[in-house]
């Protein structure tokens, strides 16, 4: 017997004493588990829901339409923003146009570290890249997530300490289970043929590329935003431009 996730959210007219506990009874005679419930921004009500059979949250779903205090607004198998938003009680905001942009301001950290982490758990080939302004907390949210994600991370340009280009990598740490972080300003504007020799086999790897500054990285280099899986915006507010012209000629002063 496999029991599968589902994620439910339904939003609240009238929050009337004991309409929980209702919904929650609802599924305990139906012999659906509730695993994680919370509110999630607002009058809206987010449930990670579990069962060995399907028929049971279709029927569900059609009875809860009949109850007039609530709209049903999302019944369907858990993706990773579902999840957070449980956890969270809050949805990644997510561009409109570009479904694989998310933005997040600086006081969303943890929920970052989380996406990261949830991300960094994922096998296999992803490239990520990441934008937003000098010490905004860039680096320093992908080492969290990967700690959180329990993988080791491998800098392969940085700016963290003081810039950093590597020519190459030790046996150890070219490890495709390994987090990659790439500065994307670094390993153009100073990159060197080793370096991009090194950066070309890394970017083949299977295994998951997080790219600090990705517009410099793509107007810089062959690689274009359709080889990006997803592009994460950190701001330190939501007005904050990111405008790398105020800060790309620090990282060639010293050439």
Not at 44 to 56: N, P
Request: glycine share 6%; net charge negative.
């Amino acid at each position: 017997m496999e029991y599968k996730q589902w994620y439910m959210e339904y939003k609240i007219h009238k929050n009337r004493p004991g309409l929980l506990g209702d919904i929650a009874s609802m599924l305990g005679m139906l012999e659906v588990n509730i695993l994680t419930i919370n509110g999630v921004e607002g009058k809206t009500r987010g449930m990670l829901l579990e069962t060995s059979d399907d028929e049971k949250i279709m029927l569900m779903g059609e009875m809860l339409k009949k109850v007039d205090n609530i709209t049903v607004t999302a019944l369907r198998s858990p993706r990773l923003v579902d999840k957070l938003a449980v956890r969270h009680g809050r949805y990644i905001d997510r561009d409109s146009d570009d479904r694989k942009t998310f933005r997040f301001t600086r006081d969303e950290l943890g929920l970052l570290v989380d996406f990261l982490g949830e991300l960094f758990k994922r096998e296999g080939n992803q490239v990520i890249g990441l934008r937003g302004m000098p010490r905004v907390g860039k680096t320093e949210s992908i080492i969290a997530g990967s700690v959180c994600a329990q993988k080791r991370w491998t800098f392969v340009s940085s700016t963290l300490l003081r810039q950093t280009v590597r020519s190459q990598l030790a046996e150890d740490e070219m490890n495709p289970h390994n987090v990659f972080i790439i500065d994307g300003i670094v390993s153009t504007i100073r990159s060197n043929e080793k370096h991009y020799n090194l950066l070309q086999q890394v970017m083949g790897m299977p295994s998951t590329k997080v790219i600090e500054h990705p517009d410099i990285f793509v107007r810089e280099s062959e690689y274009t935003f359709d080889d990006f899986d997803i592009i994460i915006e950190l701001r330190n507010n939501p007005a904050e431009e990111i405008l790398y012209d105020s800060f790309t000629t620090s990282y060639s002063d010293d050439l």
